[in-house]
């Protein structure tokens, strides 16, 4: 069974933080490049943050560079996206996916690829 699960999701207030989780079962993440993606309502997924397996290689999108900060502990199976300085225009379903494609970090944030996806965990931010 493959699983992959975002947790750290919730409300909070503009300027606030959160800090998100990928925690994956059933398989092991050291190859794999993860990414986070979100997606807002009426809008598509997008890129927000991708590491590669061994973490030597990160990306971030524009919007959210300063931010936020990825980070990997392969020993725990499990990718952290910390969020700082919350912004109203980061709300958004929040997905972490993995990809044992050879690719580079930029085009997995920038073309949304993943071979494994997790069900998504829900950030608001309040104006």
């Known amino acids: 069974q493959l699983q992959l699960v975002e947790s750290g999701g919730g409300l909070v207030q503009p300027g606030g933080s959160l800090r998100l989780s990928c925690a994956a079962s059933?398989?092991?993440?050291?190859?794999?490049?993860v990414g986070w993606f979100r997606q807002a309502p009426g809008k598509e997924r997008e890129g927000v943050s991708c590491?590669?397996?061994?973490?030597?290689?990160?990306h971030y999108a524009d919007s959210v560079k300063g931010r936020f900060t990825i980070s990997r502990d392969n020993a725990k199976n499990t990718v952290t996206l910390q969020m700082n300085s919350l912004k109203p225009e980061d709300t958004a379903i929040y997905y972490c996916?993995?990809?044992?494609?050879?690719?580079?970090?930029?085009?997995?944030?920038?073309?949304?690829?993943?071979?494994?996806w997790g069900q998504g965990t829900q950030v608001t931010v309040s104006s």
């Open positions: 059933g398989f092991t993440l050291d190859y794999y490049a």
């Open positions: 996916a993995a990809a044992s494609f050879l690719t580079t970090v930029q085009k997995m944030c920038g073309s949304v690829l993943g071979d494994y």
């Open positions: 590491i590669s397996g061994t973490g030597g290689a990160i």
